[in-house]
C-alpha cells in the first residue's frame, strides 16, 4: 500500500480549525494552502539531487539541488486549484497542468472536460492535487487521463481522504502513491466524507 497519512501535531491542529464551519473563506483558503505545502514537502522526500559547486561569501562548497523541471503540479479543477499556491512555495519553477471533470448525472461516472498540461509531461513527476479523495471517482479518472498521455511517476496530494476513495485510488492505480493529511472516518449516503469539512470548492472560493 502506498497511502502516506500524516501524523503531526500541528497537521491535528490545522486540520480542526479547516474543519469549523465557521472559519473565513480568508482563512479556509490558508489552511489549505499551508497543508498543501506540508503534504508536497513529504511527497518530495525522495527527490533526487543533483551536486553543485557554490561560492558563498566565505568560500566554496559543494551544495545540492532539485531539478525542479522534472516536476509537474496538476490541480484537479476546480477545488485543486486551492492547493497550488502552497506547493509552488517548495518548487515556484515546477511546471502547471489542469484537469477539468464533471460528473454525468446519469452514470454518476466522471467525464474529461478539459486537459491542459506542460510539454514533456510524460518525463515529468505530476503531483496531482485536490483537497478531498472522496469516492475517488475523480482522482482515478484523472490519473488515468496522465497515463493515457504517457505520464509514469505520479504523487497524488489531497488534504482530507476517506477510506473508499483511498481504496478506490489503491485498486485502480496501486502504483500511485498517496498523501493525505487526515483519513476520516466514511462517506455519508450522498457521498460527503464524514465529518469532512464540507463541500472544499465552496469553501475555497466563497461560492455558498
Do not use: W
Request: hydrophobic fraction near 40%; include cysteine; proline fraction near 5%.
Amino acid at each position: 500500500m502506498k497511502e502516506i497519512v500524516l501524523n503531526h501535531p500541528m497537521v491535528e491542529h490545522k486540520i480542526s480549525i479547516l474543519r469549523s464551519e465557521s472559519t473565513s473563506t480568508k482563512e479556509f483558503r490558508e489552511l489549505i494552502s499551508e497543508l498543501a505545502t506540508i503534504l508536497c514537502l513529504e511527497a518530495l522526500k525522495d527527490a533526487p539531487l543533483k551536486e553543485i559547486s557554490i561560492k558563498t561569501p566565505i568560500t566554496v562548497c559543494k551544495g545540492k539541488t532539485i531539478d525542479e523541471n522534472n516536476y509537474a503540479f496538476v490541480p484537479i479543477l476546480r477545488a485543486g486549484m486551492g492547493m497550488v499556491d502552497g506547493v509552488l512555495t517548495l518548487m515556484p519553477n515546477a511546471k502547471i497542468g489542469h484537469i477539468g471533470l464533471y460528473r454525468n448525472e446519469d452514470t454518476l461516472e466522471p467525464v474529461e472536460y478539459y486537459c491542459k498540461l506542460p510539454k514533456n509531461i510524460e518525463n515529468k513527476t505530476v503531483i496531482l492535487l485536490d483537497p478531498m479523495l472522496a469516492t475517488g471517482g475523480s482522482g482515478s479518472a484523472a490519473i488515468s487521463m496522465l497515463k493515457k498521455r504517457g505520464v509514469k511517476k505520479i504523487k497524488f496530494l489531497s488534504i482530507i481522504a476517506a477510506p473508499e476513495g483511498l481504496e478506490r485510488i489503491q485498486t485502480d492505480h496501486p502504483d500511485v502513491e498517496i498523501y493525505t493529511a487526515y483519513k476520516d472516518l466514511k462517506l455519508n449516503d450522498v457521498g460527503y466524507i464524514v465529518p469532512g469539512l464540507g463541500d472544499a470548492g465552496d469553501r475555497i472560493f466563497g461560492t455558498k
